[in-house]
């Protein structure tokens, strides 16, 4: 199979409602709204235990980010995961994870590790949450078999974000601690892109942006990210993305303000308009990409909507699980133990937390900020 070069990114804005992505529309706001207002008594009043022996269904979430395992085949420089020791999800707990989950009133589950692909249960756990109702995506690095990535599309996995940062080999095995594997995922990710229509999935390419990558992608006049550009749209991804390595600040990833601009001219160059997530993330890179600006109050709804569990622990976003943040309960403790854990933390005030300030992605950020311009809105405290 080869891929169609001809045929149209399919919508991939992920602040627009869609199907099987992650999404920040108008909907999810009023949504995340309501379930921000049911928590609001026991944050003005923390003596007032009763929201605590509420429903369960209270701790439901919209879409749930499940940390599968630790273990990868490669070793990227930039990875925050690389150290991360995972214990194995104990029996059960993982399909019962989903079961609740479902119960609950999540539409989404994005799977992650590690390398989630290297669980030879993925493609069984994605056809139960299909079962069950829910959508499916995954990070992955591109590198599993193509009949693993087949198996996965039978069983319903919707939307693939597939890690590709550098498309010349020698720099590519440089930068993931890998030998030849280039060319097998980029030939995962063009089979993945020629399925015929009714099985398609979204195909999203990740590059993350640090120092390294940075230079080796502006070296001779930007020839290597010419490189990648043109292939990502000769291969008919439906959109791709830079994301600045998550313990890297804009400014330390460019040597200077005129390196920066260079590059953003380049690839607005390069890229039509119609890549919408791609100009997204270059437009919240120019606004500060990762972290919470200084000098305003940053309470934070997410964690109402959209969760993240490791083999043990619920945390209140992905972020805080990769960073090694205090999660925010254990799968064991009690419904009543959860809530109580939940209203503590959305009752602090992130501006002066070091994860939180430092490395809150902007999808993030922008969710919550909207529904604390909501509740003020309505005269209620955000």
Known sequence: MSP????????????????RG????EPRVAQLTVRARSFLPALADPSDGTLIH?????????????YLTSRCNLAC?????RHRSEPPWPSGRLEALVDTLAATGTR????????ATVDPALPRLVARATALGMDSSISTNGTASPT????????GMGRFYI??????????????????MLQRVRDNIALLCALPDDQRPHVTVNSILDPNTTRTLMANGGHALRRLLGWCQDTGVDDFKFLPASRARLVTIFEDEGSWEDFENLCRHEVPANYSMFHYRMRTMRAGGHGLPAGRPHPCWLCLDDRAFDSQHAYPCIVRLREGATPLYRHTDDTAAKLAATI??????????????AHCYDLYRELSQAVTTRLQVHGQPG
């Open 54 to 66: 509420a429903s369960p269904d209270l701790l439901g979430v919209s879409r749930a980010e499940i």
């Open 22 to 25: 992650y999404m920040l529309g």
């Open 77 to 81: 420089r930039y990875c925050n995961s």
């Open 108 to 115: 989404h589950i994005q799977w992650t590790g590690g390398e």
């Open 163 to 180: 890690s590709l940062d550098l498309i010349e080999g020698g720099a590519f095995d440089r930068e993931t601690g890998s030998q030849g």
């Open 4 to 19: 169609s070069k001809d045929r149209a990114p399919r919508p991939s804005d992920e602040r627009a409602p869609d199907r």
């Open 344 to 357: 503590e933390f959305l009752a602090q005030d992130r501006t002066n937390d070091p994860i939180c300030g």
């Open 148 to 155: 693993t990535y087949d198996a996965l599309v039978q069983s």
